[in-house]
C-alpha cells in the first residue's frame, strides 16, 4: 500500500513531466476535468465523493487516494467517505472490499498532521 502523501507529490511532479512531453493531452484533459469537477447540479463534494465509489469499483489505487483528498478537501466527513464507498463496493463485490484499507490509510493521512 503506497503512502498517500507521498502519492501526492509523486503525482503532480509526474503529470508536469508529462505536460513537457505531450502539453495538449494534459491541458485537454485538464480542461475536461476542470469542468465537469465543478460545482453544478451536483456539489463538488458530491462528485469526489461518486469518483472515489468508482475508484473502489475499478480498483485504481491512484483514484483513490486523489479523490478521497479531493471529498475532504471539499468538506466532506469520514462518515459520508464510507458510506459513498460502501456504495461502491455493493456494486464492485468483493474485489472492491479489498481496497478499503488503501480509503482507512488515506483518509488518516490526509487528516492527521
Known sequence: MMDAKEFWESYRQG?????????????GFSSFYAKVMQEGVLSLKVKELI??????????ENCIIL?????????????EIWEAVEVGMVMGGGPAFTFLPLVKKTIEEFTTP
Open 67 to 79: 479523490h478521497v483528498r479531493g471529498a475532504l478537501k471539499n468538506g466532506a466527513t469520514q462518515e
Open 15 to 27: 503529470i508536469k513531466a508529462v505536460k513537457e512531453t505531450s502539453p495538449s493531452t494534459v491541458e
Open 51 to 60: 469518483a472515489l465509489a468508482i475508484g473502489v469499483v475499478i480498483h485504481c
